[in-house]
């Protein structure tokens, strides 16, 4: 591609990204209204039971993280706690 096209092609590429940033915006302001309306509805007792399910979750997500680190250094020719 020469010089003189790399102007317009950039140009069409802003206007692709803005276009689509544009939706991505449109799309995420939706969701957030979405969920506002949902959090509106959910009492105190049940957001707490939420942020608790949450915790645990994220905490089996780490421990999932752990080992998967743990058999990745024990793999043959890897570095790590268990490696080489």
Known sequence: MNAD?????????????????????????????IVEQIVDGISDDQRQQIHDAAEALSAEICAICDITRKVAAAAPGQRGEAGA
Do not use: K
């Open 5 to 33: 096209m790399m102007g317009p092609v950039f140009a069409a590429a802003a206007v692709v990204t803005r276009s689509y940033l544009r939706s991505m915006t449109r799309d995420l302001s939706e969701r957030r209204q």
